[in-house]
């Protein structure tokens, strides 16, 4: 490889720092977990603790393991304020960390670890940093006014706050987090005067997660007497207590899911012109309508396209066509509701001899 005057080309200095990153972040000291009692907080964003969280000394109590990738491990120092200032850990390899919190104070944790070689660990990289918020409630407590966030923002009608509450790591992400999504806002368009009221039933406080089961009361304009059922959340305690899972009798309606119509027009090179409307949606309707203009024979109208095979949602009709160059036919099909649930979309194709 020639040099540039006196300097390697860029992309080779580049590629040499980043290697030389890499095998030095590879080689360091690392933290491999840190747990609050079941709760493992690497990886993790933003915590809620509760009273059932701390020691009956109310503290917290985080139980950590710590690796050296050579030597030994010498010390382990944990953060509360994003690596400002640290404090030594009891224990090497398998360490611990005790503070009392204060009430909603925002606490940023990270931890470091330091080996005999004297090499230490990057806390940003190796482990994160974790936002931990203590709350003087139980557990129960927190599902109950979690419960009623969610039951607010349902009622308030506005789709960012709602889905602000529900996490990224939803169930069948990202399908299921935009299925629900569309769920959501089919009911804010069709649905007015919305009370909705959570009662917690059971709390599970879960390695990771919390389950609830939760009995709800549904209310709207129209409706002739409330709606009630009995579901199942579970609650992201790496992240807000955001929602990872709704089931059972479920508040909100499953939105209408659509597919796709597609036009197609096929000449027959002799005196006809066959039309095709495939419209998932309607699978075993029997038939559609389409509207169709012709220049030679003229028409100008709506076509009947009939269904074929049975419930296939492939609908077909032919009409008589003069195949002289610059002839055309187009046809016009109402979509009424598609994959991104648009309803009534206007689907057209144009057909011309060449």
């Known amino acids: 490889m020639k040099r540039i005057g006196k300097q390697w080309p860029l992309v080779i200095v580049?590629?040499?720092?980043?290697?030389?990153?890499?095998?030095?972040?590879?080689e360091a000291p690392s933290v491999s977990s840190a747990r609050i009692g079941g709760l493992e907080l690497k990886g993790a964003k933003?915590?809620?603790?509760?009273?059932?969280?701390?020691?009956?000394?109310?503290?917290?109590?985080?139980e950590g393991e710590a690796t050296a990738?050579?030597?030994s491990v010498e010390k382990v120092e944990v953060s509360l304020d994003g690596g400002r200032t640290w404090q030594e850990a009891v224990g090497r390899h398998r360490w611990r960390y005790r503070f009392v919190p204060t009430p909603r104070y925002p606490y940023n944790l990270t931890v470091r670890v330091t080996d005999s070689t004297g090499a230490t660990s990057v806390p940003l990289v190796d482990f994160g940093l974790v936002r931990l918020i203590y709350l003087p409630m139980t557990i129960t407590d927190l599902?109950?006014?979690?419960?009623?966030?969610?039951?607010?923002?349902?009622?308030?009608?506005?789709?960012?706050?709602?889905?602000?509450?529900?996490?990224?790591?939803?169930?069948?992400?990202?399908?299921?987090?935009?299925?629900?999504?569309?769920?959501?806002?089919?009911?804010?368009?069709?649905?007015?005067n919305v009370i909705l009221r959570f009662t917690v039933n059971q709390v599970f406080n879960m390695d990771g997660h919390v389950l609830a089961?939760?009995?709800?009361?549904?209310?709207?304009?129209?409706?002739?007497?409330p709606k009630e059922g009995d579901m199942t959340i579970r609650f992201d305690r790496a992240d807000q207590m955001k929602v990872l899972l709704q089931k059972g009798e479920l508040y909100f309606s499953e939105a209408p899911i659509g597919y796709d119509?597609?036009?197609?027009?096929?000449?027959?090179?002799?005196?006809?012109?066959?039309i095709i409307v495939t419209d998932r949606d309607k699978a075993g309707a029997g038939r559609v309508s389409a509207y169709v203009r012709i220049d030679d024979p003229p028409f100008n109208g709506t076509m009947t396209l009939l269904e074929n095979p049975s419930r296939s949602g492939r609908f077909v009709g032919s009409r008589p066509f003069t195949f002289t160059m610059g002839v055309s036919c187009s046809v016009t099909y109402i979509d009424e509701i598609t994959s991104d649930w648009r309803r009534n979309v206007r689907r057209s194709r144009t057909y011309t001899v060449p």
């Open 46 to 62: 933003d915590v809620l603790l509760t009273r059932d969280d701390l020691t009956i000394r109310g503290e917290v109590l985080i």
């Open 14 to 26: 580049l590629t040499f720092v980043l290697m030389a990153t890499s095998s030095a972040l590879a």
């Open 143 to 192: 599902v109950q006014q979690k419960a009623q966030e969610l039951a607010l923002a349902y009622m308030s009608r506005d789709l960012e706050r709602y889905m602000g509450l529900i996490s990224r790591n939803y169930v069948n992400y990202p399908r299921g987090w935009v299925r629900l999504r569309k769920a959501i806002e089919y009911d804010f368009k069709s649905l007015n």
């Open 69 to 71: 990738y050579e030597g």
């Open 213 to 225: 089961d939760l009995h709800w009361r549904l209310t709207y304009a129209g409706l002739t007497e």
């Open 261 to 274: 119509a597609r036009i197609s027009i096929v000449p027959d090179w002799v005196n006809s012109i066959t």
